[in-house]
Nanobody, 119 residues
Framework: QVRLVESGGGLVQAGGSLRLSCAGSGDTICISSMNWYRQAPGKERELVAG???????NYADSVKGRFTISRDNAKNTVYLQMNSLKPEDTAAYYC?????????????WGKGTLVTVSS
């Protein structure tokens, strides 16, 4: 089992910045890739950014150049630095981790942290 706890959400004005954190506990040795998803009201959950165990990253087109994902494996924590925030970034942000110790792989989710960007 892997437990994920997000933090760092809040209310920010457009153009501002926030840094989200997601701390993992439990069977963290099994974690391979980690991802940030978001879900805005009335919309489907979408992938925002992902990072592999080796540090390779990928981003949604809508956040490229503004958001940066990183991870500290020693702390079992993944971060999402969000700059130049826009009102359309308003959403609940969820951390997701892939645990690769067993087949099939297991996927875990945090409970989310709310980001609100005012115009």
């Amino acid at each position: 089992q892997v437990r994920l706890v997000e933090s760092g959400g809040g209310l920010v004005q457009a153009g501002g910045s926030l840094r989200l954190s997601c701390a993992g506990s439990g069977d963290t040795i099994c974690i391979s890739s980690m991802n940030w998803y978001r879900q805005a009201p009335g919309k489907e959950r979408e992938l925002v950014a992902g990072i592999s165990s080796g540090g390779n990253t990928n981003y949604a087109d809508s956040v490229k150049g503004r958001f940066t994902i990183s991870r500290d494996n020693a702390k079992n924590t993944v971060y999402l630095q969000m700059n130049s925030l826009k009102p359309e970034d308003t959403a609940a942000y969820y951390c997701n981790a892939e645990a690769a110790c067993r087949v099939p792989f297991m996927y875990y989710w945090g409970k989310g942290t709310l980001v609100t960007v005012s115009s």
